[in-house]
């Protein structure tokens, strides 16, 4: 078993356990806690639908994480430095695109 494999499935339980209260809108504004842009801060309603928005994308990023991660815990030994890599590119990969798409949003719905 490919121990970092086993870790980055960990990660994205993790991950998936700590957006699905920002997706149930149950994370008021706070200083720890959320997708932290100032947008997010012009008020409340504001905070609750960024970070539901973003707290969705997270859940998805983490679930391709933890498939490509199940993928690489059944690895041969010799595949474990190119699982490590590739994972690393989808980690690195997919939270750019989750960034990415959390500033398109908020452009997009950006109230006057």
């Known amino acids: ?3 970092i494999a086993i870790i980055h499935v960990i990660v994205a339980l993790v991950i998936i356990g700590v957006s699905l209260p920002l ?14 842009i100032p947008e997010a801060f012009k008020s409340e309603e504001r905070w609750l639908d960024i970070n539901q928005y973003g707290g969705r994308l997270m859940i998805w990023w983490s679930i391709v994480v933890a498939v490509t991660a199940g993928i690489g815990v059944g690895l041969q030994k010799r595949y474990w430095l190119v699982y490590t890599f590739s994972e690393l590119a989808i980690m690195l990969g997919g939270l750019g695109i989750v960034i990415a798409l959390i500033f398109r949003y908020v452009a997009k719905t950006k109230r006057a």
């Open 1 to 3: 078993m490919n121990p």
């Open 23 to 36: 997706v149930n809108r149950k994370v008021k504004r706070n200083r720890w806690y959320g997708i932290r």
